[in-house]
């Protein structure tokens, strides 16, 4: 049955992590007396406000403790302004990892001295680097924290700070707000930094439509002295004759810019030069030279890519260029290029969980991985096999079925956000048991599927992309029946990443599982039937090692699940959709402590052993999608660990109905089943009884990754 939710967590888990008792005590804590007088309504602003500065604070702090390991290993201590200029540089020349670690020291350095000037340009500095990376919510983070410190010379740190700003609500399209950031960034800058202040403004006016001002602002600028403040107010007077209808004469200005090195960079500024190149080449009306220079254009992305090795900076660099693919996947479809959009959309999507899949599977670190070629892909699959991908531009979908045979595009007349719509009313629709659900999943499978007329009978890997992460695709119904049924079916973050986990090999069955760990009831409430479900599904297996109620630790888990084979873990868990690698699975208490394994924990295990993990909790496979197509949460986290398959859910789960299903599942695993087979038989399991056929019941499990997993008999 579903329990009635406990403070903190529902069932097997919680939805939002802001909902929390404890995190909303805290923050009435953080208020203090303000709290007290508040009115109602301003109450919940007070406390939203105090939670925001709780997170600020906490980012802060840890790195401030990532600071200070590096500052004790330092053989020679510099001034922490020295640090500082470092950041600058570094992350000038797009070496952020670096950047990041000197500000950190800076940031050491200034907390323990009590500095409020340094403590001031430590935070512009961080944000000034997460910005760069495209890694927003900290930008904005470290921009307020830094707003919030006096300097010595306040130019030097207001200036920087609100253009960080306009650059992050240009980024969220709200040009109103970045007029108004960058207009205090003019106001408020040096006369070294005025400049880039000023073009910044011009594009902001630009996305605004008003070119007028903007050619205004952009003549009462003066010559920079750098190049790279010359590059940049050079494109933003190409953009500016984009805008004015004058393409060709952009196009002229574009392809200097893309032919005019700028010292200390690693391409960068060829990459939005070449964009410019094919924005223009398609304002000209000229879409083979467009697609050739958006093409060009990627080829120096993933040259840009390639310098960094560390996956947050990866992700983010995806957050501006996002649209070029777009742009050149769009491109190759309106010329009936099948192959070549696939091979874009591709090479779009979850770059840097390619390149960690593709690290374990060498047996070396992250490494720069090209996707996979559809020709190479075709090869790859079994004759009965099935690619389903699609990509979700903002006036069409686009899908792919691609087999043995050949890869069929369809164009499907639904835009991004009318996808958005329908994906979060269907998910809304099945989460709240609604009635209508069932015959809802009929007709959304009338414009996702039955266009692609997909065989029945045979497997089915789906490659979703923006909105479709959340669709539960085993709900959708087809010829009178869900696809559960009448297809095994599975998903993966792309093409690539699914034929690369998919050549792992059988699995031999080595058991490692936890049920019911014992935790306060004033954080969660108990689970017998996830204790009985471990009992049952590990007596199919020799020798399993099982742990429940106070031994079900999370230093266990740390220890022993890296030489297991099978891992299932029946816990609560909690989501965390603001930050999704601080999700949660609660483990047992250990001395009165409330103990749990986060997502980005995860990351730093070695599990490329591991061939199946099973998080028998709610929520366990939701996350965030970034630009990028890069999905955060616990998915992302134990792929990149090394794990070849994992089965997770996408909304809280009914403790008894789950038991059923993962009884199911292992049964049939064991019997030598492939894990797509094994997991359509739980599915169905739960569906036969028609107390608990809605698809609330046994439809949140998905499996990622290699469907084609065997366990050894």
């Not at 593709?358 to 090869?379: C, D, M, S, T």
């Not at 991004?416 to 994906?423: F, G, I, K, Q, T």
Request: charged residues 20%; hydrophobic residues 45%.
């Amino acid at each position: 049955m579903t329990r009635a939710p406990t403070p903190g967590y529902s069932d097997r888990r919680t939805r939002r992590r802001i909902a929390a008792l404890p995190c909303l005590l805290l923050a009435w804590a953080a208020l203090g007396a303000h709290a007290q007088v508040a009115a109602p309504a301003d109450d919940l602003t007070a406390v939203a406000r105090a939670l925001s500065r709780m997170q600020d604070t906490d980012t802060a702090l840890s790195l401030s403790a990532d600071g200070a390991a590096l500052y004790a290993a330092e053989p020679v201590k510099l001034d922490g302004y020295a640090y500082c200029s470092q950041s600058v540089a570094l992350a000038d020349k797009g070496e952020f990892r670096a950047s990041v670690q000197a500000a950190s020291k800076a940031l050491h350095v200034a907390l323990e001295t009590g500095n409020e000037d340094l403590l001031a340009k430590s935070y512009r500095d961080l944000a000034i680097v997460f910005n760069y990376a495209g890694q927003s919510e900290r930008a904005e983070q470290f921009a307020q924290l830094a707003l919030g410190r006096q300097a010595s010379d306040p130019a030097q740190v207001r200036g920087p700070v609100y253009k960080v700003i306009g650059d992050l609500r240009m980024r969220q399209r709200r040009p109103a707000e970045a007029v108004t950031a960058y207009e205090q960034a003019v106001a408020a800058s040096s006369p070294r930094y005025l400049p880039l202040a000023r073009a910044s403004l011009v594009n902001a006016l630009l996305l605004a439509g008003d070119t007028a001002r903007a050619q205004t602002e952009l003549d009462a600028l003066a010559e920079p002295e750098t190049p790279a403040l010359r590059f940049q107010l050079d494109r933003t007077r190409a953009r500016l004759l984009l805008a004015q209808g004058r393409p060709a004469d952009a196009l002229a200005l574009y392809r200097t810019l893309a032919d005019t090195p700028v010292p200390g960079d690693e391409g960068n500024y060829r990459m939005w030069a070449l964009t410019g190149i094919a924005e223009s080449q398609s304002a000209l009306g000229d879409a083979q030279a467009a697609g050739r220079a958006y093409e060009q254009a990627i080829a120096a992305f993933d040259d840009v890519r390639a310098h960094f090795r560390s996956d947050e900076f990866k992700m983010g660099l995806f957050s501006d260029f996002q649209d070029v693919f777009d742009h050149a996947v769009a491109l190759r479809a309106d010329a009936g290029d099948a192959e070549g959009a696939f091979d874009i959309s591709e090479r779009s999507r979850a770059r840097a969980l390619l390149d960690a899949v593709a690290g374990h599977a060498r047996g070396a670190g992250g490494i720069a991985a090209p996707p996979l070629p559809v020709a190479q892909l075709r090869g790859q699959l079994k004759p009965d096999e099935h690619l389903v991908a699609y990509h979700a531009l903002p006036d069409r979908l686009l899908a792919w079925v691609v087999s043995r045979d050949g890869a069929r595009m369809t164009v499907l007349k639904l835009g991004r956000s009318d996808l958005e719509r329908l994906v979060a009313a269907w998910r809304d629709a099945i989460i709240n048991q609604h009635p209508g659900a069932v015959n809802a999943g009929a007709s959304v499978a009338r414009l996702l599927l039955e266009p692609l007329q997909l065989p029945a009978g045979q497997p089915l890997v789906f490659v979703p992309h923006g909105p479709l992460h959340y669709l539960p695709f085993q709900a959708l119904r087809m010829d009178d029946e869900y696809l559960v049924q009448r297809n095994p079916l599975s998903v993966a973050p792309s093409a690539s990443i699914a034929l690369r986990l998919a050549g792992r090999g059988s699995a031999p069955p080595r058991m490692l599982a936890f049920g019911n760990p014992l935790v306060s009831p004033a954080v969660a409430s108990p689970l017998p039937h996830a204790e009985q479900e471990v009992r049952t599904i590990t007596a199919l297996f020799p020798r399993p090692e099982t742990y429940f109620l106070q031994d079900a630790t999370r230093e266990r888990f740390v220890a022993q699940a890296p030489k297991a084979r099978l891992v299932h873990v029946a816990s609560h868990a909690r989501v965390d959709l603001a930050d999704p690698m601080r999700s949660e699975i609660l483990f047992a208490d250990v001395d009165g402590r409330t103990h749990f394994l986060e997502a980005r924990d995860v990351i730093g295990l070695d599990l490329h052993d591991v061939a199946l993990v099973t998080l028998s909790a709610c929520e366990s496979g939701l996350g965030k999608v970034e630009n990028g197509d890069e999905a955060l949460g616990f998915t992302r986290a134990f792929l990149s660990s090394g794990v070849s398959t994992l089965v997770a859910s996408l909304w809280p789960v009914p403790d008894r109905e789950t038991e059923k299903l993962m009884q199911a599942l292992y049964g049939r695993l064991r019997e030598g089943v492939p894990a797509q087979q094994a997991l359509q038989a739980g599915q169905q399991a739960v569906i036969a009884d028609a107390a608990t056929s809605h698809p609330f019941y046994w439809a949140a499990f998905s499996l990622v990754g290699d469907w084609r997993l065997t366990v050894e008999k």
